[in-house]
């Protein structure tokens, strides 16, 4: 199994600050590691695809850059409406596995 | 637009049966790649199962494999998930979700194993 370990787990922010979140692939995943954000009593959402393509209808601040075993999502400019947990996911073995969740709470 | 509603969900006692549903539209529903993923109260995101476009292939996560079964029905747009043996560990929201990416998400429905 491909386990993935994202850092931190938690992040504390104020507006307008950028945040990093990594995931760390236990062995090369090649780019089959996507971003999903999760708010409370809701379903998770897409934000990155492939490690870097973006979705449609997501902010131009979410990226994600990586390949092989390191990746990372990136959140410009915060916004108080980006408080929400963050998972990352692998689809390259025939089992998918997720990272254990990213909490960022705004100050 | 794409939807994924799920249905089936409720309490069941450990050692019970349990048939989840996953109607799908606004897409090719046999060109994709479909999954289950869980999240149990409190706790992150556990990928379950998924099959291949034509029913070919499954897999699973080691916790439920022998116990749970996923199927399709490219004839009705629709996702099945058999569970058996439930236990109390398999209490958890349970998400239809769409290709490998999991590009798409239903709004996930609630099992509840417990005596």
């Known amino acids: 199994e491909i386990v993935l370990t994202q850092s931190p787990d938690f992040h504390s922010v104020t507006p307008k600050e950028r945040i990093t979140i990594t995931c760390r692939a236990s062995?090369?995943?090649?780019?089959?590691l996507h971003w999903y954000q999760q708010k409370p009593a809701q379903s998770p959402k897409i934000l990155i695809k492939?490690?870097?393509q973006s979705m449609s209808g997501v902010p131009s601040r979410f990226s994600g850059s990586g390949s092989g075993t390191d990746f990372t999502l990136t959140i410009n400019s915060l916004e108080a409406e980006d408080a929400a947990a963050y998972y990352c996911?692998?689809?390259?073995?025939?089992?998918?596995?997720f990272g254990q969740g990213t909490k960022v709470e705004i100050k | 637009e794409v939807q994924l509603v799920e249905s089936g969900g409720g309490l069941v006692q450990p050692g019970g049966s349990l048939r989840l549903s996953c109607a799908a539209s606004?897409?090719?529903?046999?060109?994709?790649?479909m999954s289950w993923v869980r999240q149990a109260p409190g706790k992150g995101l556990e990928w379950v199962a998924n099959?291949?476009?034509?029913?070919?292939?499954?897999y699973y996560v080691d916790s439920v494999r022998g116990r749970f079964t996923i199927s399709r029905d490219n004839a009705k747009n629709s996702l099945l998930l058999q569970m058996n043996s439930l236990r109390a560990e398999d209490t958890a929201v349970y998400y239809c979700?769409?290709?490998?990416?999991?590009?798409?998400w239903g709004q996930g429905v609630l099992v509840t194993v417990s005596s």
């Open positions: 606004g897409f090719t529903f046999s060109d994709y790649w």
């Open positions: 996911h692998q689809s390259s073995s025939l089992t998918g596995t």
């Open positions: 099959i291949k476009q034509d029913g070919s292939e499954k």
């Open positions: 492939y490690a870097s």
């Open positions: 979700t769409r290709a490998a990416a999991l590009d798409y």
């Open positions: 062995q090369s995943i090649g780019s089959s």
